[in-house]
């Protein structure tokens, strides 16, 4: 079984920052694509960042030059550093995984999400 945990999120003034983090657990073989995405209220979840397992990121272009997404493969964590917050950046953040399990099946797994609420 496969678990994933985020944690990190609150409430920030704007220009402030926050770090996410997110953990993956249980029986894997291997861990693929993982990433962010976040859903404000009344909207769809959309795609914050992610990061391939080699490395190569994709952001939204709402947060460009402002969330950096990073990955420690050792720990199976994914990382989302946002910088110069903004109101509009308030939402539940959701993190995934491309996870391959031990029995080999793969597919995502989804964390339950975390408030960033960017309010003064």
């Known amino acids: 079984q496969v678990q994933v945990v985020e944690s990190g999120g609150g409430l920030v003034q704007p220009g402030g920052s926050l770090r996410l983090s997110c953990a993956a657990s249980g029986s894997i073989f291997s861990i693929y694509t993982m990433g962010w995405y976040r859903q404000a209220p009344g909207k769809q979840r959309d795609l914050v960042a992610r990061?391939?397992?080699?490395?190569?990121?994709n952001y939204a272009d709402s947060v460009k030059g402002r969330f950096t997404i990073s990955r420690d493969n050792a720990k199976n964590t994914v990382y989302l550093q946002m910088n110069s917050l903004k109101p509009e950046d308030t939402a539940v953040y959701y993190c995934?995984?491309?996870?391959?399990?031990?029995?080999?099946?793969?597919?995502?797994?989804w964390g339950q999400g975390t408030q960033v609420t960017v309010s003064s």
């Open positions: 990061i391939f397992s080699r490395g190569i990121t």
């Open positions: 995934y995984a491309d996870i391959q399990t031990g029995t080999l099946a793969r597919r995502d797994y």
